[in-house]
Each structure stands twice: as structure tokens, then as C-alpha cells.
Nanobody, 116 residues
């Protein structure tokens, strides 16, 4: 499985922005997908996940502002980010977890910088 993110860039605080991730390989529809982020000098942290059964989970810092969505026909997962804050500045990583194999896969990351 290969994951390729896109959509990073420089945005203004308060703006909305969407990140996309395309997954290669099979069994996307039965995998958990998600987004993590790593701020400068920080550790990688969970942002949002969506299971194969469409159960969504969000970190408290983004709940109510970010929305994760998946398209199993296109093998894509998106992160819709609203009301962006300076503290959302980070490298965002796409994530896929295959429960049946217990393997996890990561994208290379895409940087989002939010300016005030």
C-alpha cells in the first residue's frame, strides 16, 4: 500500500482548506484510514480516523472544525479543515491500518502552515 497526500500549503487563520490522500493497493474499503500531524518540535499526534464502518473519531483540538471523509470507490481520504488556527500548523500524514494484517501504512506527509 502506498499513500500519497496532497493539498498542503500556506493558508490564513480562519480559512478552510482540504487535504487529500490517495491509496494504492487493494482492501482500502476494509481498512481504517486517518490523518495524523506533527507540529514543529512536536510529536506525531492523531487528528482524525474513519473506520471501514464509517465510525469517525477526532482529536479534541480539531473536533467541530475538521471533518474526515473517505471514498472507497476512489481509494481516497480527505481532511476538510475549517476555522484554521495558527496552532494547526504541522506536517499532516495520511494513515491506513489493515486490521486483518495488523499492518500500518503512512504517507510522506504534506505541510500546512497557518499564518495569523
Amino acid at each position: 500500500v502506498q499513500l500519497v497526500e496532497s493539498g498542503g500549503g500556506l493558508v490564513q487563520a480562519g480559512d478552510s482548506h482540504t487535504l487529500s490522500c490517495v491509496a494504492s493497493g487493494s482492501k482500502f474499503d476494509i481498512s481504517t484510514v486517518g490523518w495524523y500531524r506533527q507540529a514543529p518540535g512536536g510529536q506525531r499526534e492523531l487528528v482524525a480516523t474513519q473506520t471501514a464502518g464509517d465510525i469517525r473519531s477526532y482529536a479534541p483540538a480539531v473536533k467541530g472544525r475538521f471533518i474526515i471523509s473517505r471514498d472507497n470507490d476512489k481509494n481516497t481520504v480527505e481532511l476538510h479543515m475549517n476555522e484554521l488556527k495558527v496552532e494547526d500548523t504541522a506536517v499532516y500524514f495520511c494513515y491506513l491500518y489493515q486490521r486483518f494484517s495488523a499492518f500500518s501504512f503512512w504517507g510522506q506527509g504534506t505541510r500546512v502552515t497557518v499564518s495569523s
